[in-house]
């Protein structure tokens, strides 16, 4: 039998881990009920009782949101969840569930590998504490599958309870972006990021494009 994680023990639950994970990780944006539940891969009892504890305890808070809904021109108003940037503990507990979190370039190339010969694996945004960029994670291999790189992230994403922005290409297509200058990869190199793997010279090509 699995030991149990001892963060559910001293939070109460799997599934409070996670969600506290998912609004911390994610602490400019509001999300429904229904993302939540789906992004955090929960149960909906689950994950309203916890929700329920989490606004109680004060570490989020509801707001009005307006969502676009398929089919409708006009928006719908709905029930918004974001955490409570007010509440003293923040960023201290930011900082404990990201030091106990299993994110890390280790555990994520573990997971990626499962999807073939990796080329270049460079990592921003949630991995070194930036939770606000837009990328989580880049991706080139020589030959790649879009569906198998998902699944390995989906993988990955249901161990640590949060959502994992990834942009995944041909070797080829990177190599041509970064000499191109595009925003995607400007925005990757140019702030705070790790490489964990390159077997193609983006590096070098990223430091010409520099000088």
Same mark, same amino acid.
């Given at each position: ?37 789906? #992004?955090?891969?929960?149960? $909906? ?5 916890? &929700?329920?504890?989490?606004?109680? *305890?004060?570490?989020? +808070? ?66 070194? #504490?930036?939770?606000?960029? $837009? ?5 080139? &291999?020589?030959?790649?599958?879009? *569906?198998?790189?998902? +699944? ?60």
């Amino acid at each position: 039998m699995a030991a149990r994680d001892p963060l559910s023990i001293l939070f109460g639950s799997a599934a409070r881990v996670k969600l506290l994970r998912f609004f911390l990780f994610n602490p400019s944006k509001e999300f429904t009920f229904d993302d939540i539940s789906r #992004r955090a891969k929960l149960v $909906r009892r689950t994950a309203r009782t916890e &929700m329920n504890a989490l606004e109680k *305890a004060e570490v989020i +808070k509801q707001k009005t949101v307006y969502i676009e809904v398929e089919g409708k021109s006009k928006k719908m108003k709905a029930i918004g969840y974001s955490v409570n940037k007010d509440f003293p503990e923040l960023q201290a507990l930011q900082t404990f569930l990201f030091e106990t979190a299993p994110i890390d370039g280790k555990n994520l190339l573990k997971h990626l590998r499962q999807a073939g010969t990796l080329d270049f694996v460079g990592v921003s945004g949630v991995f070194v #504490r930036d939770f606000e960029q $837009r990328l989580d994670v880049l991706i080139a &291999m020589k030959k790649f599958s879009q *569906a198998k790189i998902e +699944k390995a992230i989906r993988s990955l994403e249901a161990e640590v309870g949060i959502e994992i922005r990834f942009a995944a290409m041909s070797s080829d297509d990177l190599m041509y972006r970064v000499g191109m200058y595009d925003k995607l990869t400007r925005d990757f190199f140019d702030y705070t990021h790790q490489v964990l793997i390159d077997r193609i010279g983006v590096k070098d090509e990223v430091m010409t494009q520099r000088m």
